[in-house]
């Protein structure tokens, strides 16, 4: 344990300092597993990337999270594997750049976990390693980028039909209240569950509220017209509750676990209905579909191919 912070820190220097980018043929390895997973996760988890597409429309959290794992991540691949065939130099000089922009002594963090003894043995190692980093400071960079709002049809080579639809309802008003956990737990195993598996017979459907942005978003393997009220009894809300205990941290006692009257319902209905109304729609789904969406509403969907042939499994 005494030698830990000495080794890790020299590991840690030789990774971030001892480093060319002078392999082509590596690089373009890894651009490539990275396209194939990309690829794969697309046909085998369209609902994940149509909440991201959804995501990156509506925050800027959600374009950033899209633009590092979703289609536009995809995309980026796609043509930085090109650009590794055709322009090498110019990737290895970005690559060079990234590298320069990381390693700044000025904006460097480091966290320790360690108890107090070894923290005070580790302190002359990290310092050593701080010393090697450049002086210069990268800077700060603010981003204030969303994708298009507009309804997407993805197409892929597939028989399932991956469906989301989502806005934000802070925008619409919403101000944060507890009762939007149990409500949207709700909707996720009782409402939504009954229409798109039950008596849609769809694979599954679900909600999610994300609480930071006020993205409310709905997807399922089947179209569905999301509602504009919700009317509940007792045990259904009984059952929304329990469901949502899970989300909670802190501890309650048995009289204080939580009351939810159905008019919370009736209230998130009043800016639920922007969901219905103004959501985004997000459909990753075969050619034939999508045009038959676009058939019976024209203009419903912005056509995107994004695969043009089945995959094979990865090994």
């Keep these: 344990m005494r030698f830990k912070g000495m080794y890790g820190c020299a590991q840690m220097q030789t990774v971030l300092q001892d480093v060319e980018f002078n392999d082509q043929q590596r690089f373009n390895q890894f651009v490539a597993q990275s396209k194939s997973h990309m690829e794969s996760q697309i046909t085998g988890g369209g609902h994940g990337i149509a909440a991201a ?8 959290a959600g374009w950033v999270s899209e633009q590092m794992g979703g289609l536009s991540y995809l995309e980026y691949l796609r043509d930085l594997e090109k650009r590794v065939d055709e322009d090498w130099p110019a990737v290895a000089e970005s690559l060079e750049a990234i590298w320069t922009a990381l390693l700044a002594r000025k904006d460097a963090i480091v966290n320790l976990t360690a108890d107090d003894r070894t923290l005070i043995r580790a302190e002359s190692h990290v310092a050593t390693l701080l010393d090697t980093l450049p002086e210069h400071s990268s800077g700060l960079v603010s981003w204030d980028q969303q994708l298009p709002l507009i309804n997407e049809g993805l197409v892929i080579p597939t028989q399932v039909n991956y469906v ?6 802070y925008d619409a008003g919403y101000e944060l209240n507890g009762s939007a956990y149990v409500i949207s737990n709700f909707f996720g195993n009782t409402w939504l569950w009954d229409r798109a598996r039950v008596s849609g017979g769809a694979y599954g459907g ?102 043009y042939r089945e995959l094979s499994c990865p090994l």
């Design 164 to 169: 989301g639809k989502a806005a934000s309802l």
């Design 53 to 60: 597409r959804m995501g990156g429309m509506l925050n800027v």
């Design 206 to 307: 679900f909600c999610d509220f994300d609480s930071h942005s006020g993205s409310f978003s709905c997807l399922t393997h089947v179209s569905i017209r999301v509602p504009a009220e919700s009317a509940t009894d007792d045990d259904a809300l009984t059952k929304a509750i329990i469901g949502t205990i899970g989300d909670v941290d802190s501890y309650q006692l048995p009289d204080a676990k939580g009351y939810t009257s159905v008019k919370d319902f009736h209230m998130f209905a009043d800016v639920f209905e922007t969901v219905r109304e103004k959501g985004v729609i997000v459909a990753v789904a075969s050619a034939d579909d999508i045009a038959a969406a676009n058939e019976e509403r024209p203009g419903l969907l912005q056509v995107k191919k994004v695969l």
